[in-house]
Structures are given as C-alpha cells and as structure tokens.
C-alpha cells in the first residue's frame, strides 16, 4: 500500500504561481504512474496530469499550457507547477498512485485562487 502527502497548497492571487508536492512512500520506479487530480466544490474530480517513472507526461488539455507536472525518483517525489493560476483553479488537488494492487490517493491539499 502506498501512502501520498501532498503539500504546498494555499492561497494565492490570479496571475500567481504555486508548486504542489507530493511524497510516496516508495519508490516511484514500483508505482505504473503518478497523477494530480483536483475537486472543485459542487464538481467531480478531474484529471489534472500524469507522469510515468521514465518521465512520460500527459495533461488535461485545459491546463496544458499552465501547468507542469515533474518528478524527482530519488526523492520518491511528484510536483505539480502551477502558473498563471485563475479563479477557476480553486479546488483541492490529489495526488494519486496507480499500482497493480489499486489506485492510492493522498489527503489532498487546498488551492485557492483569489484577490
């Protein structure tokens, strides 16, 4: 079983910029792939990107242009960079792992955008 922290979430003004991180409690090399999702209030969760351990990245075509998702392996680590952030971004954002054994999901951690 794997266990997600995520972190750097908070409050940040449109136009502004935020990196989103997330822990596994493995080594990313064991986990198919690593995703970001988010949860507006009142909306569905939503893909927000993924990434393989090789590097390979896809995205919601909304935040293609916006948004980057990384990895570091040796830190067993996933971000999620966030530029040119809008109202609209508000929402909670999960970071998930997809195994074999199941899909695994952090706690999740708050953005939100707003002046």
């Known amino acids: 079983q794997v266990q997600l922290v995520e972190s750097g979430g908070g409050l940040v003004q449109p136009g502004g910029s935020l990196r989103l991180s997330c822990v596994a409690s493995?080594?990313?090399?064991?986990?198919?792939?690593m995703a970001w999702y988010r949860q507006a209030p009142g909306k569905q969760r939503e893909l927000v990107a993924t990434?393989?351990?090789?590097?390979?990245?896809n995205y919601a075509e909304s935040m293609r242009d916006r948004f980057f998702i990384s990895a570091d392996n040796a830190k067993n680590t996933v971000y999620l960079q966030m530029n040119t952030l809008k109202p609209e971004d508000t929402a909670v954002y999960f970071c998930s792992a997809l195994k074999v054994s199941g899909t695994y999901w952090g706690q999740g951690t708050q953005v939100t955008v707003s002046s």
């Open positions: 990434i393989t351990p090789y590097g390979h990245r």
């Open positions: 493995e080594s990313i090399f064991s986990i198919n792939y």
